[in-house]
């Protein structure tokens, strides 16, 4: 009489092993693949942020506005004064109803209260004061530094705009008539806008630089 053929108890397990041995790299593969999936697309979702920040950001100031502001202690200031980690300016601010843009102040500052996350801050307020000393008389006296201190202050002004952003330093270039050629860390009481403001958010990208107000359609490769 002829044996049957088939599997002993031995060679299923083996193979059962070797199945399951198989199907445990296959679904860590599929799970190293989903991890790869899910860090592309964090990727293409902060690199599509940085884009449309250094966007927005080439957008406003570019339209940043010179003009002398009077204040309580009677002294004159530009309506642009920035540092390496924040800057206040003057730009207009679209209407919702499509009407004449206003002016407003912009405060753009890095806030490093949480160091591991640290966030790109820019706030808004309106304009009342027009630089006029004869019609400011019948406005409430402009305080510079209190306009200042109420940015900084979190509680008081909400974010227009709260990004968090691997750095934020800013430098300012002299037009070329005047004295300084140089990047400078800050640009205080100076009589006029910066040629261009160089704007750094993170480390592996390029800086943004941008020409403010007559000279925004300038290009100038050499920076």
């Known amino acids: 009489m002829k044996r049957q053929q088939g599997f002993t108890l031995l060679e ?73 980690d924040s800057l206040l300016f003057l730009a207009p601010l679209p209407h919702k109803g499509g009407g004449p843009a206003q002016p407003a102040w912009f405060y753009l500052a890095l806030d490093e209260t949480d160091p591991e996350h640290p966030l790109l801050l820019l706030k808004t307020q309106p304009f009342v004061a027009d630089g006029n000393p004869e019609q400011q ?58 040629a261009l403001i160089r704007l750094q958010l993170a480390p592996d990208w390029p800086a943004l630089v941008i020409g403010p107000g007559d000279h925004r359609y300038e290009i100038k490769d050499e920076y």
Do not use: C, K
Not at 178 to 184: C, G, P, T, Y
């Open 12 to 84: 299923l397990v083996v193979a059962l092993t070797l199945l399951t041995l198989l199907s445990g790299l296959m679904f860590g593969g599929f799970r190293l693949a989903g991890r790869a999936w899910e860090t592309v697309d964090r990727h293409n979702d902060r690199l599509s942020e940085q884009v449309q920040l250094q966007l927005f950001l080439r957008n406003l100031l570019a339209q940043a506005q010179p003009r002398e502001i009077w204040d309580i202690r009677q002294t004159r200031l530009l309506s642009f004064q920035g540092g390496e």
């Open 137 to 194: 008389q019948a406005l409430e006296p402009f305080d510079w530094y209190r306009l200042v201190d109420d940015f900084r202050r979190p509680e008081l002004l909400p974010p227009l705009l709260a990004l968090e952003v691997d750095e934020f330093r800013l430098h300012y270039l002299a037009r070329e008539e005047d004295s300084l050629s140089d990047w400078q860390a800050d640009w205080l009481e100076q009589e006029q806008l910066p």
